[in-house]
Structure formats: structure tokens, C-alpha cells
């Protein structure tokens, strides 16, 4: 089992930045990879970045890289989202989420938290 919990939303003005965590608790493997998604009202949740915990190799959506970056402390068992350059549309929840290493699903998510970006 794997616990996965959120924090760090809250609300900004257009242009500044917001840092999210998602502390990871519960059996993972050096393999797996972790990722954040979001999800505004009315739409489908999306992608956004996610990393690979041993390696740290990145991979992000395409409307957020140069903006976002996601990063891992391995000590800590915490993986980070710093956004930069916040947008309105930025605005959604946020979700952390767990790669499983065999089967390559993404099997464990946090409860989010809210991200609002205002104009």
C-alpha cells in the first residue's frame, strides 16, 4: 500500500509561482515513477510532469516545460512541483500520482490540492 499526500496550493496572482509537495509513504520500488496531474472543473484531468525516482530523469506536457519542474527528495520520500510563470488556466487541482515500475499504470493517487491562478 502507498500513501501519497498533497500540499502546498493555494492562491496567486498571474506571473508568480506556487511549490506543491506530495509526501510518499508505503512500499515503492526504485522503478517507479512519480507524477503530477490536474484537474479543472469540467474537464478531464491531464498530465503534467512526472519523474523517475532512481534516475530523476523528467518528462513533462508539452504547455507546461520551461514553466514547471518537478523534482524528488529521495531522503525526504517527497517529490515537488514548482510552477513558475503561473497562467489563469493554471488554475485546477492537483494530483500526485504513482507509476507502477512492471506494469507501467499509474495505480496510487493523492487527494490533490487546489491551485488558483487569478488574472
Known amino acids: 500500500q502507498v500513501q501519497l499526500v498533497e500540499s502546498g496550493g493555494g492562491t496567486v496572482q498571474a506571473g508568480g509561482s506556487l511549490r506543491l509537495s506530495c509526501a510518499v509513504s508505503?512500499?515503492?520500488?526504485?522503478?517507479?515513477?512519480m507524477g503530477w496531474f490536474r484537474q479543472a472543473p469540467g474537464k478531464e484531468r491531464e498530465f503534467v510532469g512526472a519523474?523517475?525516482?532512481?534516475?530523476?530523469?523528467?518528462y513533462y506536457a508539452d504547455y507546461v516545460k520551461g514553466r514547471f519542474t518537478v523534482s524528488r527528495d529521495i531522503p525526504k520520500n517527497t517529490v515537488y512541483l514548482q510552477m513558475n510563470s503561473l497562467k489563469p488556466e493554471d488554475t485546477a487541482k492537483y494530483y500526485c500520482?504513482?507509476?507502477?515500475?512492471?506494469?507501467?499504470?499509474?495505480?496510487?493517487w493523492g487527494r490533490g490540492t487546489q491551485v488558483t491562478v487569478s488574472s
Open positions: 500520482s504513482k507509476r507502477d515500475y512492471a506494469s507501467s499504470k499509474w495505480d496510487y
Open positions: 508505503g512500499r515503492t520500488f526504485s522503478g517507479d515513477h
Open positions: 519523474i523517475r525516482w532512481s534516475s530523476g530523469t523528467t
